[in-house]
Structures are given as structure tokens and as C-alpha cells.
């Protein structure tokens, strides 16, 4: 049980364009998703939380405009990196909860290089 | 605002050399302390949750144990496959938010 998927896994994109990352909790319902990114070597720095149907709260120094994020069911996350530049390439891992666990179960992780 | 450190960062051992990674944490409150496994290009994956003093968990090869500073993370008898980045995290009463700490990364020769 509690597993996480998402897509894509690795993505690559020219400057300028907008990417988005989907994270679906696959067979519990997640009240509660997160959003991380890690950057070689380095460990993992929360960017926002998101409660299913509002408004994502995100961290200190994540522009909101940036990364768009939108929680609209209990199993699907979606996080839209737009306007990407190089300085975005990253590994972008979500995770999930349950109401009912204080646990987070991750995602694989998607890879995303921004040419 | 809760802070973890983990010791050391990396850690070379012997199949069957037995060894403990260390975090130590301060939070506010604490509702639970946790580890992950990461594998190289991959998500954490769960291993423990602690909640108080005192309390121990087992999987297979690993022990997990926390006091009111600190948690230490016990490898029995390591394996070449328990290499893995190891990651602690403190979630604190306020809200779900896990902090975590910069990982150490244990490598197991045959």
C-alpha cells in the first residue's frame, strides 16, 4: 500500500517553455500533497504544501508564479514549472498524505532539464 | 524552526561491520521523527516513524531508536544492498511539514 506515482519521470525542454509533473497517490486518498525539490547531493527542500481543493501554501523564496500548483482530487497533484530556464533543472519529488497518517509516502522523483 | 543534522555524511563499511548514523534534531514540539532510504535517482522510501522517548522500531537489518535529542539509525550486519542514502526528518505539532536532514550516505562493500 501507499503508493505514489509520476509522471513524467524525466523530462527535457527548451528555455522558456512550461512544463508540468503529475503526482497521483495510487491507492490511498491524500489529503495532502508536497512538493520538493533536491539538488545533487543535497537533500530535500520543501517548496509548497497543497490541501485538496485550496490553495497551495508555498514555502519562503518559492515564487508562486512560478511553480503553479493544483490539488483538485484526492489522488492528483499537478506542479507546472512555467517559463522554465536552466536554473530550474532539478529533481522534483512529491509526496502524500493521508488524513489518518502523519507519514509521507514519495514519488520516484522526475528529473527535469531545462536546455 | 526545526533543524536536523545527521553524522557522519557518508559512511564506508564492511559487509557484516555493523555501524550506527546519528541525527540530532531540535523542534518545538515534536509529533514524530522520521527515516527514509533514498537510492540514487529515486524517492524516499519510508522506513520508521518514531514518536517519543524511548521507543524502538526493527526492520530486518535496521533499529531505529529516539530520545528527546537525538535518533540513531542501527545497520546489523550490512548487506551490499542496504547501500542507500539514509535521510532523517522531525515533523513538529504546528503542521505535517517534515524537515530534513542533509542524509548520510552508507556504502557497503562485499
Known amino acids: 500500500g501507499a503508493v505514489v506515482s509520476q509522471h513524467p519521470s524525466r523530462v527535457i525542454c527548451k528555455s522558456g517553455t512550461s512544463v508540468k509533473i503529475e503526482c497521483r497517490s495510487l491507492?490511498?486518498?491524500?489529503?495532502?500533497m508536497f512538493w520538493y525539490r533536491q539538488f545533487p547531493k543535497q537533500s530535500l527542500m520543501l517548496m509548497a504544501t497543497?490541501?485538496?481543493?485550496?490553495?497551495?501554501?508555498?514555502e519562503q523564496g518559492v515564487e508562486k508564479d512560478k511553480f503553479l500548483i493544483n490539488h483538485a482530487s484526492l489522488t492528483l497533484s499537478t506542479l507546472t514549472v512555467t517559463s522554465a530556464h536552466p536554473e530550474d533543472s532539478s529533481f522534483y519529488i512529491c509526496?502524500?498524505?493521508?488524513?489518518?497518517?502523519?507519514?509521507?509516502?514519495f514519488g520516484p522523483g522526475t528529473r527535469l532539464t531545462v536546455l | 524552526e526545526d533543524q536536523v543534522t545527521q553524522s557522519p555524511e557518508a559512511l564506508r563499511l564492511q559487509e557484516g561491520e555493523s555501524s550506527s548514523l546519528n541525527c540530532s534534531y531540535t523542534?518545538?514540539?515534536?509529533?514524530?521523527l522520521f527515516w527514509y532510504r533514498q537510492d540514487p535517482g529515486k524517492g524516499p522510501e519510508f522506513l520508521f516513524t518514531?514518536?517519543?522517548a524511548g521507543e524502538e522500531k526493527e526492520k530486518e537489518r535496521l533499529k531505529a531508536t529516539l530520545t528527546k535529542k537525538e535518533s540513531f539509525l542501527h545497520i546489523t550486519a550490512p548487506k551490499p544492498e542496504d547501500s542507500a542514502t539514509y535521510l532523517c526528518?522531525?515533523?513538529?505539532?504546528?503542521?505535517?511539514?517534515?524537515?530534513f536532514g542533509a542524509g548520510t550516505t552508507v556504502t557497503v562493500r562485499a
Open positions: 523542534v518545538s514540539g515534536l509529533r514524530g
Open positions: 491507492d490511498f486518498q491524500a489529503t495532502t
Open positions: 497543497s490541501n485538496e481543493g485550496s490553495k497551495a501554501t508555498y
Open positions: 518514531l514518536y517519543s
Open positions: 526528518a522531525v515533523q513538529g505539532l504546528s503542521d505535517y511539514k517534515l524537515s
Open positions: 509526496s502524500a498524505r493521508s488524513a489518518s497518517h502523519n507519514e509521507q509516502f
